[in-house]
């Protein structure tokens, strides 16, 4: 006996995989544009933390403002060793990805690369020297003893401004950011500091990486899973 071509079984089994397929692709799209980001990295300069090519989701939820209606969890602090994802201070529309090394109202220099924080030497395990030659500018910082040709030249007028017996003063509100692989970097100290409403987020583990054993940090993961959760909740809640 020939099944029924109106069966209410076959129709409800369609519109039930369609409405679910449905769902995810919403649940997708609301994903993408509110919580996570595809991104690729495109230089050296957070060698060996993230390499060129590496592909990595950027968390648009970690620093967005607590009154932004569509945060979905709670804001967190830009605290000093983050990576952080911020627009280019001299160009918006590029994104840039460096680690924060000053928070407002700290005191910084460089010595032979090496950062000085408050008086103390900074522990930097994530800090890589690749070889290059002596640059006073780069490894000394702030020296204003020459200009590097690489450096923004509003930001070397800028710079003489907050500068207090020989050290850099981060202003409220403002980052100072640095890349891991400090010999082949332009950061904060060639275009100044990142402000705090330039920060749109930040790296999520490498999902696919040029390079073998990426780092996977089991509470970065978790907090992956947290946001898609919650934004799967959110799409469910208003159906």
């Known amino acids: 006996m020939k099944p029924h071509p109106h069966n209410p079984a076959q129709r409800d089994g369609v519109l039930s995989a369609c409405k679910a397929l449905l769902e995810i692709v919403i649940a997708a799209l609301f994903l993408v544009t ?7 990295i495109p230089s050296q300069s957070m060698e060996p933390t993230v390499h060129v090519g590496d592909f990595l989701l950027l968390d648009k939820q970690s620093y967005a403002p607590a009154g932004r209606l569509d945060r979905l969890l709670p804001p967190t602090a830009v605290r000093r060793g ?10 918006p529309t ?3 990805v460096k680690r924060v090394i000053g928070l407002p109202g700290d005191r910084l220099r460089m010595r032979d690369g090496h950062v000085i924080l408050n008086g103390q030497p900074l522990p930097e395990h994530y800090a890589f020297y690749s070889d290059a030659r002596p640059n006073d500018f780069r ?32 202003p409220a509100g ?12 332009e950061d904060s100290r060639y275009w100044g500091f990142v402000p ?3 920060i749109v ?26 946001a898609l959760l919650s934004g799967i909740r959110s799409i469910r809640a208003l159906r």
């Open 34 to 40: 509110f919580v996570v980001q595809p991104s690729r």
């Open 82 to 91: 983050d990576l952080v994802v911020f627009h280019y201070p001299a160009d």
């Open 94 to 96: 590029i994104h840039l």
């Open 139 to 170: 490894d000394d910082f702030p020296s204003l003893r020459e200009a590097d040709p690489n450096v923004d030249p509003r930001w070397w007028i800028e710079m003489r401004h907050n500068l207090r017996n020989g050290e850099l003063i981060v």
């Open 174 to 185: 403002l980052y100072f950011v640095l890349g891991d692989n400090r010999n082949d970097s």
């Open 196 to 198: 705090r409403d330039a």
């Open 201 to 226: 987020g930040r790296p999520l583990p490498v999902y696919f990486a040029t390079s073998p054993n990426p780092p996977q940090p089991e509470s970065t993961i978790m907090r992956l899973r947290h």
